[in-house]
């Protein structure tokens, strides 16, 4: 099945500096890669995804890479807020269909 | 439009007993899920069913069954619980490769 890696496990910012988190999966036939927020005592929640026909998609601080070559794929937050303090999943799937989540990244933006 | 309803939401259990944890989704989605989560190890899936009469086990499937009893309901048994299963559980639904919806979590703790 598929294997997703995260990291950092966790990352300490500074407010208004970037945050960047890495996620490399197994499974070559995986096309869709989403991103979830989880704050403290509540669901997970999706924040942005991509599929394998694009390499890269915005909304506004956010974005998110994929090299499908090295299976490998990357979320940017620019600007960070204390309200970006969260725990963030990546996660990868064959057609968005049973998703593989890596272990989380606990995210703190210092004010 | 209340999405994914699960229930309990807290629950204690002693060792050996018996509990069923209900999920309802009414988006008309046509998969279902049972994710569960612990610290360091991101969201594992335990059971899922791609449709209504079929299940299908996960990453994690050992000490539960699962009844995809319509469309809409899908629910997690440990027939036996274990210290073990001591996690926050999460029923999840999706319209087949589109974004998944997350419960808001069941806390369970086995004594």
């Known amino acids: 099945g598929e294997n997703v890696e995260q990291h950092p496990s966790t990352l300490s910012v500074q407010e208004g500096d970037s945050a960047v988190i890495k996620c490399t999966y197994s499974d070559s036939a995986s096309n869709y890669f989403p991103w979830y927020k989880q704050e403290l005592g509540k669901r997970p929640q999706l924040i942005i995804d991509?599929?394998?026909?694009?390499g890269e998609k915005k909304d506004q601080r956010i974005a998110v890479t994929l090299n499908k070559t090295a299976k490998h794929f990357s979320l940017h937050i620019t600007e960070t807020q204390p309200e970006d303090s969260a725990v963030y999943f990546c996660a990868a799937s064959v057609g968005g269909y049973k998703l593989s989540f890596g272990a989380g990244t606990t995210v703190t933006v210092r004010a | 439009n209340a999405g994914v309803t699960q229930t309990p939401k807290f629950q204690v259990l002693k060792t050996g007993q018996s509990m069923t944890l209900q999920c309802a989704q009414d988006m008309n989605h046509n998969s279902m899920y049972w994710y569960r989560q612990d610290p360091g190890m991101g969201l594992r899936l335990i059971y899922y069913s791609a449709s209504e009469g079929t299940t299908d086990k996960g990453e994690v499937p050992n000490g539960y069954n699962v009844s995809r009893l319509n469309k809409r309901e899908f629910s997690l048994r440990l027939e036996s619980a274990a210290p073990s299963q001591t996690s926050v559980y999460f029923c999840a639904s999706d319209a087949s490769g589109n974004t998944i919806y997350f419960g808001e979590g069941s806390w369970l703790t086995v004594v």
């Open positions: 991509i599929r394998s026909n694009v």
